[in-house]
């Protein structure tokens, strides 16, 4: 099944504590992105990839580092999380930067920092 | 700098009335694409617009997308209770910049 996976799915850590978010999808896809949404806020991207070790920030990349060393993977890190990091994240992936087609979301983190 | 604005933040309804979401750009768009996130769930695409004036149809939901493509529209007929959930529109603008509109929340009274 063509899926986007992200682990954890809910986390509470606490302030200061380097922590992962882990993303695989299985369908090939050139593309991926991390989203945070937060309630009146909507979905901010944080940072994508157009393909493997090509990395770009978004609108929201302060405090959040990734990487993409394998075209599956896209973990997102907090090297140190603060409150204001508390957030729903997404991963999402497409099968180019071109958005003419469907990104696919997977379903999602729910990080509390303390 | 370019944004969409979407219409109304929510709406309750009675299952069986109509509800109509509206996505609104101060500039034309390439393309508009159209998801839904159920309560608790991520966003799933629905469809995408390309087209000045098209219109696509996916049984009770119907899509619009302005003549000028400074607009879009989702109307379902007939809510149901499936229906619950977000709507947003979104677009890849300009120099590939993404926009998200925030979303219709849409509740529905059984």
């Known amino acids: 099944e063509a899926q986007v996976t992200q682990n954890p799915r809910y986390l509470i850590t606490v302030t200061g504590k380097k922590l992962t978010v882990t993303c695989s999808q299985n369908?090939?896809?050139?593309?991926m992105s991390w989203y945070r949404q937060d309630p009146g806020l909507g979905l901010r991207q944080i940072y994508y990839?157009?393909?493997?070790?090509?990395?770009d920030k978004g609108d929201v990349p302060e405090g959040y580092k990734v990487s993409r060393k394998e075209k599956r993977n896209f973990p997102l890190i907090l090297e140190s999380p603060s409150p204001n990091q508390t957030s729903l994240y997404f991963c999402?992936?497409?099968?180019?930067?071109?958005?003419?087609?469907?990104?696919?979301f997977g379903d999602g983190t729910r990080l509390s920092i303390l | 700098g370019q944004q969409v604005m979407q219409i109304p933040q929510y709406q309750h309804v009675q299952e069986g009335e109509d509800f109509t979401t509206y996505c609104n750009s101060s500039?034309?768009?390439?393309?508009i694409q159209w998801y839904k996130q159920r309560p608790g769930g991520h966003p799933v695409f629905l469809i995408q617009?390309?087209?000045s004036g098209e219109v696509k149809k996916q049984k009770r939901l119907t899509f619009q997308f302005g003549e000028a493509k400074k607009n879009s529209s989702l109307h379902i007929t007939a809510t149901q209770t499936t229906d619950v959930g977000t709507y947003f529109c979104?677009?890849?603008?300009?120099?590939?910049?993404?926009?998200w509109g925030l979303g219709t929340s849409l509740a529905v009274n059984p």
């Open positions: 999402a992936s497409m099968l180019r930067a071109t958005f003419n087609q469907p990104q696919h």
């Open positions: 369908m090939n896809h050139e593309y």
């Open positions: 990839s157009m393909n493997v070790e090509v990395t």
């Open positions: 500039t034309t768009l390439s393309n």
């Open positions: 617009l390309v087209k």
């Open positions: 979104f677009n890849a603008g300009n120099n590939r910049k993404l926009i």
